[in-house]
């Protein structure tokens, strides 16, 4: 079935690095952009990143950017989010997901399940 | 950037009641507007998108209406697996993409 996986989360000390996976299957992951999605503890949903199908296009809120790289690895079917100097506002779930279609701009219809970040000392 | 605010922030109805749940763009977004449920603890659901079209698997109880600026989802009769957090969000002008704050629906 259609589904993403998101792995790499914890706890790390701010200033510290983080990098998240988001693993893909039962779709052609190369043909689709992909975002990341955050929510802080009690909050609403931020967008964080997007990335085209081929990677030629990566999108960042004036948040994170700067800070934050989004990737992908086709042949792993993997996107990832490298996440520099952390701050403690940083402290979040992260989900990856996915357009509704071929569309980068449009709806996200499929999401993972989140995995936890918590920036503290 | 687009704001979305949705009200109200708190939705307390009966079971088997109409919920309307309000969305407010700050500027035209045409028909790009999705809904999301969001359940404790779980990941966000697509319910609609379009402003009107129900995605896959959606029951008929959830509708969506609006353009432009103005949108409401509406749960025609309110389940008790209905309690959620609903979000706008608008994919019109990006980046980036934005959510509404959103509304908590509470079975009363």
């Known amino acids: 079935q259609v589904q993403v996986v998101e792995s790499g989360g914890g706890v790390v000390q701010p200033g510290r690095s983080l990098r998240l996976s988001c693993a893909a299957s039962?779709?052609?992951?190369?043909?689709?952009?992909m975002h990341w999605v955050r929510q802080a503890p009690g909050k609403g949903l931020e967008w964080v990143a997007m990335?085209?199908?081929?990677?030629?296009?990566?999108y960042y809120a004036d948040s994170v950017k700067g800070r934050f790289t989004i990737s992908r690895d086709n042949s792993k079917n993997t996107l990832y989010l490298q996440m520099n100097s952390l701050r403690a506002e940083d402290t979040a779930v992260y989900f990856c997901?996915?357009?509704?279609?071929?569309?980068?701009?449009?709806?996200?219809?499929?999401w993972g399940q989140g995995t936890a970040v918590t920036v503290s000392s | 950037e687009i704001v979305m605010t949705q009200s109200p922030a708190t939705l307390s109805v009966s079971p088997g009641e109409r919920a309307t749940l309000s969305c407010r763009a700050s500027q035209s977004v045409s028909s790009n507007l999705a809904w999301y449920q969001q359940k404790p603890g779980q990941a966000p659901r697509l319910l609609i998108y379009?402003?009107?079209t129900r995605a896959t698997g959606i029951p008929a109880r959830f509708s969506g209406s609006g353009s432009g600026t103005e949108f409401t989802l509406t749960i025609s009769s309110l389940q008790s697996e209905d309690l959620a957090v609903y979000y706008c969000?608008?994919?019109?002008?990006?980046?980036?993409?934005?959510f509404g704050q959103g509304t908590k629906v509470e079975i009363k």
């Open positions: 997901a996915r357009p509704l279609g071929y569309d980068s701009g449009d709806a996200m219809d499929v």
């Open positions: 379009g402003a009107s």
């Open positions: 990335i085209w199908y081929d990677g030629s296009n990566k």
């Open positions: 039962g779709f052609t992951f190369s043909l689709y952009g």
């Open positions: 969000q608008q994919y019109n002008k990006w980046p980036p993409w934005t």
